[in-house]
Nanobody
Framework: QVQLVESGGGLVQAGGSLRLSCTAS??????????MGWFRQAPGKEREFVAA????????SYADAVKGRFTISRSNAKTTVYLQMNGLNPEDTAVYYC???????????????????WGRGTQVAVSS
């Protein structure tokens, strides 16, 4: 079983930045080519895709709402994925979830149902 733990959320003013981290349990994670992603769920809304990265880290995908402001990356050991969020605005307020799934080395996964493992989420709040 893969366990994912997010951190780095908090309260920030509009225009500010936050860096989220998601660390996976090491023993199981290293056996598979895990694609990883970030999703978010705002109050009263469905969970939505934010960003994804493939196993090697060479391919990334972003939701239109965050392109140019957010950057997804992962550690050399592949067990930690980051989400650098710049230019935050109140519409970015949500619980942010990390997700992972085994798959092809080069594959990107952008749909919620494609992911097998989920973290518990970290709250991001942006004040105007």
């Amino acid at each position: 079983q893969v366990q994912l733990v997010e951190s780095g959320g908090g309260l920030v003013q509009a225009g500010g930045s936050l860096r989220l981290s998601c660390t996976a349990s090491i023993r199981t994670f290293s056996r598979y080519a895990m694609g990883m992603g970030w999703f978010r769920q705002a109050p009263g809304k469905e969970r939505e895709f934010v960003a994804a990265i493939n196993w090697s880290g060479g391919s990334r995908s972003y939701a239109d709402a965050v392109k140019g402001r957010f950057t997804i990356s992962r550690s050399n050991a592949k067990t930690t994925v980051y989400l650098q969020m710049n230019g935050l605005n109140p519409e970015d307020t949500a619980v942010y979830y990390c997700a992972a799934r085994p798959g092809d080395i080069g594959a990107l996964y952008v749909r919620e149902y494609e992911y097998a493992y989920w973290g518990r989420g970290t709250q991001v709040a942006v004040s105007s």
